[in-house]
């Protein structure tokens, strides 16, 4: 059967790999492509790469290390920030991306979804949902790259969830943003209210502190994957060292 | 000798060209007919849909070249689909090199479609053993199990997972997104088939 992968997630801005604390404060933590590198030397099964200077600056995401990231890795990755249209998703998987992740543009105008489904196979299409608890009710956030611009959406994760679904999406990774850097754990509620509703594949993100927590997420979850940044990026454990731990508790992956 | 990777509008051109550039061989990326022809091996790597794949087949005159070609010819993912009779993604009539038809995954199985990610690859005869190893997948349709399969994998029920019929070779999975696995798949492609 297919394994539970290990994403680690590289939050992009102005060409360096940086990590924040609930989308706040951002350090740098390294170059993209030695981490690239690192990270796919160590088992990592993709990788993911939010331009977050991107998608709250209006800009598509500076393209140039897209393609020399293709260069030094053979394992998948996914793209996210700033991607608007057919044409951007266009240049970034042409650069050799496998994926493009959209959460702000495809707020604004779901349709985007089926075209890029359309035109690129599903597979290609994942949506980013960014996602706090207001009033006990989990909503959408928009433009969260800088928590300037960040800002609640009145649509509903659930039904959020259903309509990207039905729009052709191949992939939703599921941000807690609440859980975002400090970690104590993915939010396995949140998660599993969700997962119900879900016949795509569904990565969990935001929490992750220590291998007990991907133990947790994948025991407690049915979710496909696990995506995760600072504990990766401070060399707290390596993806190796989770993949391992993860096997020994019967959890299937890659090794 | 050089390998031709057939642009069939796909848009992992770049990395299939890498992975073959690893391999020491020298590729170019073309629909031009006689460069196809005359190709000491031929990719055909295929992203998008069967549909899309076989209409730029088709406005290249790339059809029935590709049908007699003599060369090792490697199609990946929906670029194996399209060497079957018939893709059900969009009711494609494919070309026909390998009998059987490619099927849509049945969410019923309880499995996510599409399948994405990292499955684990058996291969069924004892010379290739050796390529038995995860490789990386991300498709929503499938071949079942035939005569040809070389290598299976499961997803709710067994399917292809590699396929082979005189010289052409047919993975579901993506060997250039499957680091050391699809490296040596990739070997094998260019030197024992």
């Given at each position: ?7 680690p ?35 990592a ?35 996210a ?68 611009t ?54 969990a ?51 | ?18 992975a ?24 055909l ?17 790339l ?69 038995d ?17 070389l ?29 050391h ?13």
């Amino acid at each position: 059967m297919i394994t539970k992968r290990i994403i680690p997630c590289l939050d992009v801005k102005n060409n360096k790999v940086v990590k924040g604390i609930q989308f706040k404060n951002h350090q740098i933590v390294g170059s993209i492509m030695n981490l690239a590198k690192k990270y796919s030397n160590d088992g990592a099964d993709e990788l993911v790469f939010y331009d977050i200077s991107a998608s709250t600056e209006g800009s598509i995401v500076n393209k140039n290390w897209v393609s020399k990231v293709a260069d030094v890795i053979d394992i998948p990755f996914c793209v996210a920030g700033g991607i608007k249209t057919l044409e951007d998703a266009r240049q970034i998987l042409n650069l050799g991306a496998d994926k493009i992740s959209i959460n702000t543009p495809a707020l604004i105008n779901p349709n985007l979804i089926s075209q890029l489904s359309n035109e690129f196979g599903s597979q290609c299409v994942v949506i980013g949902m960014d996602i706090k608890f207001k009033d006990a009710e989990a909503y959408l956030f928009a433009k969260t790259g800088n928590e300037k611009t960040a800002y609640c959406t009145n649509k509903k994760a659930i039904d959020w969830l259903l309509q990207v679904q039905d729009l052709g999406a191949g992939e939703v990774v599921i941000n807690a943003m609440g859980q975002d850097g400090v970690k104590t754990g993915y939010d396995l509620e949140l998660l599993r209210s969700l997962e119900r509703k879900c016949s795509i594949p569904i990565i969990a993100s935001g929490g992750a502190g220590g291998p007990d927590d991907f133990i947790d997420v994948f025991k407690k979850t049915q979710v496909d994957g696990a995506l995760a940044a600072s504990i990766f990026h401070r060399n707290e454990f390596s993806v190796g060292q989770i993949k391992e731990a993860l096997r020994a508790n019967n959890v299937n992956v890659r090794l | 000798m050089t390998v031709a990777i057939v642009d069939c509008g796909g848009a992992n051109l770049r990395s299939v060209q890498r992975a073959v550039e690893l391999q020491n061989m020298k590729s170019i990326i073309t629909n031009d007919k006689a460069k196809v022809s005359s190709a000491s091996y031929v990719i055909l790597p295929g992203v998008g849909s069967a549909n899309s794949v076989m209409q730029s087949l088709k406005s290249n005159n790339l059809l029935e070249t590709v049908k007699y070609l003599t060369s090792p010819v490697l199609g990946i993912c929906i670029g194996m689909h399209v060497l079957f009779d018939q893709s059900e993604e969009n009711n494609t009539e494919c070309m026909g090199i390998i009998s059987g038809n490619i099927k849509k995954f049945n969410p019923e199985l309880n499995i996510k479609v599409p399948q994405m990610g990292w499955n684990k690859v058996t291969f069924l005869q004892e010379q290739v053993k050796k390529l038995d190893d995860y490789y990386y997948f991300a498709n929503s349709y499938y071949s079942q199990i035939y005569n040809h399969t070389l290598a299976t994998a499961e997803y709710g029920q067994p399917f292809t997972a590699t396929i082979q019929k005189n010289n052409f070779l047919g993975c579901q999975f993506h060997p250039e997104k499957s680091s050391h696995a699809g490296k040596r798949f990739l070997n094998y492609f260019f030197n024992e088939i």
